[in-house]
């Protein structure tokens, strides 16, 4: 039985789109809020 | 944190206020049974592993991610609950992070209901568990990838089918358009220029030590 491995850049880059799209949900849900 | 946690909570006891979220669960169970044991033939293949399973499931996240986040935010402008939300003394970020929370949650349920399979396999031979651990753990981040494109799409318009034809396309990228034999061919995968969340996931749940 191997261990899975966590591919570490993956996982950053995972990291780095969720927060993205979290962050432009967060303008966006603002500027509507604005309007 | 505290704000987050009270959003979270307030989104996920949402989702299983109505019997939809049951019935999308099933179907979601049916749907993933369906492709490994009958499309993917787990019996046919001899071999105790997932990859039947693992190989189809970013298709069928595909339909149920949108279905999840296109509600996050259009159904609070829709239902007119999105001013008393902004209203509360909660921050706009708290408000993204606790939605994106929950449902990420109720993608985790959903993942849970397919546990069965796992035991299944366990049950027919000596599969490697760690890499089915870490396949589980790769499909939620992905998951997770296509939540936050999926609620930010949401809160683009207050039409939940808009919504959802907005955030297709985005999910999908370029996957959509490879054809599906790629997802069995791990060499090619690493070649060929699939949508980066869904080329991360393979490579999650192909490697190992």
Redesign the interface.
Known sequence: ???????LP??I??AS??A???F???V???M??GA | LANVLTIFRRELAGYFATPIAYVFLIIFALLTGLFTFYVGNLYERGVADLLPFFNYLPWLLLVLVPAISMRLWSEERRAGTIELLMTLPVSTGAAVTGKWLAGVVFVAVALACTLPMWWTVNYLGQPDNGIIAVSYLGALVLAGVYLAIGGCMSALTSNQVIALCWLLPRVSCSSLQEHPSCWTDFARCCRRPLSRPSRHYLRSHTMRV
């Open positions: 039985v191997t261990r899975g491995v966590v591919d993956a996982v880059w995972a789109m969720i993205f799209w979290l432009a949900t967060s966006m849900v603002e509507k809020k």
